[in-house]
């Protein structure tokens, strides 16, 4: 099946830095790449995907992006605030309607004023 | 609005109890979803489930069992808790196609002494 590998697991950053996170997937059939944040006592929320058609999207000061001959995709946060300080989850999902969502193991990220 | 909720926010059971964790969810999604979260090792998927009726082994699927009896209800049980059960439980929904959001409840968080 699918494995999802996050790196790195915590990150401290100064305020006003880039962060970049960084997942690889196993599954050439995933189609689909999700992230989502989770700040401290919430339940996770996705801030952006990108599908396997597509090599980078951005919205903001967030952007992923996307290689599918190396399996890998990254998430990138430019002009960092305390309000990015959270848990940030990579997934992977494949086509059809009976697919799992699979996560890698989250990333804790501080961002230091 | 989404909403997916989890029938309590905070459990202890003793060992070798039987532990029924409720989902539901007010949007007609056709997918649902159990993941335990645990420190470092991210979101693990358990089970999931894509139709009434229908359900899936995730990759931690040992010691659980689900039932979906309604669309809008995903029942998580514990047949013989455990205190290596003792974690954050995640109900998560989605729509059928695999490349959209997954919406969570807000966890239950499971002591097993």
């Known amino acids: 099946g699918e494995n999802v590998e996050q790196h790195p697991s915590t990150l401290s950053v100064q305020e006003g830095d880039s962060a970049v996170i960084k997942c690889t997937y196993s599954d050439s059939a995933s189609n689909y790449f999700p992230w989502y944040k989770q700040e401290l006592g919430k339940r996770p929320q996705l801030i952006i995907d990108i599908r396997s058609n597509v090599g980078e999207k951005k919205d903001q000061r967030i952007a992923v992006t996307l290689n599918k001959t190396a399996k890998h995709f990254s998430l990138h946060i430019t002009e960092t605030q305390p309000e990015d300080s959270a848990v940030y989850f990579c997934?992977?999902?494949?086509?059809?309607?009976?697919?799992?969502?699979?996560f890698g193991s989250g990333t804790r990220l501080s961002i230091r004023p | 609005d989404v909403k997916v909720t989890q029938s309590s926010r905070y459990l202890v059971k003793r060992t070798g109890e039987k532990v029924f964790l409720e989902c539901v969810q007010d949007?007609?999604?056709?997918?649902m979803f159990w993941y335990r979260q645990d420190p470092g090792l991210g979101l693990r998927l358990i089970y999931f489930s894509y139709d009434v009726k229908m359900k899936e082994k995730g990759d931690i699927p040992e010691g659980y069992s689900v039932s979906r009896e309604k669309k809008e209800r995903f029942s998580l049980i514990l047949e013989s808790a455990s205190t290596n059960q003792t974690s954050m439980y995640l109900c998560?929904?989605?729509?059928?196609?695999?490349?959209?959001?997954?919406?969570f409840g807000q966890g239950t968080r499971l002591t097993v002494v």
């Open positions: 997934a992977a999902s494949m086509g059809g309607s009976a697919s799992k969502i699979i």
């Open positions: 998560a929904s989605s729509l059928p196609d695999s490349d959209t959001e997954a919406f």
């Open positions: 949007m007609d999604h056709e997918n």
